[in-house]
């Protein structure tokens, strides 16, 4: 129903930014609420932010608080991640997913999520 596509990842320096986009196609015209994830190798996979369909809530893990920014353009059906400040440990291979939602509402935990996209790299060096 929906194909998610993430881009933007790369390799950037420790205190560096960088905004990871995620587009969505398929049935679009649906209501979905949308979620980065992150998963480090060795590491269980985890919630870095999510948002809601309209926009107006948002959720983000404690240790992107303040340097993390999620947010969507739905005319462009695309989702966006603003990192700043990046640290070596947030290293990872970045996750696009999205949710069906019949209200507006964020969804918090990874089973909640029906669809996901291939994950794109992001590498930070010290």
């Known amino acids: 129903q929906v194909q998610l596509v993430e881009s933007g990842g790369g390799l950037v320096q420790a205190g560096g930014s960088l905004r990871l986009s995620c587009a969505a196609s398929?049935?679009?015209?649906?209501?979905?609420?949308m979620g980065w994830f992150r998963q480090a190798p060795g590491k269980e996979r985890e919630l870095v932010a999510a948002i809601s369909w309209s926009g107006g809530s948002t959720n983000y893990a404690d240790s992107v608080k303040g340097r993390f920014f999620i947010s969507r353009d739905n005319a462009k059906n695309t989702v966006y991640l603003l990192m700043n400040s990046l640290k070596p440990e947030e290293t990872a291979v970045y996750y696009c997913?999205?949710?069906?939602?019949?209200?507006?509402?964020?969804?918090?935990?990874?089973?909640?999520?029906?669809?996901w996209g291939q994950g794109t790299q992001v590498t930070v060096s010290s």
């Open positions: 398929g049935r679009t015209f649906s209501t979905y609420a």
């Open positions: 997913a999205a949710g069906r939602v019949w209200g507006d509402t964020v969804l918090v935990v990874a089973d909640a999520y029906a669809y």
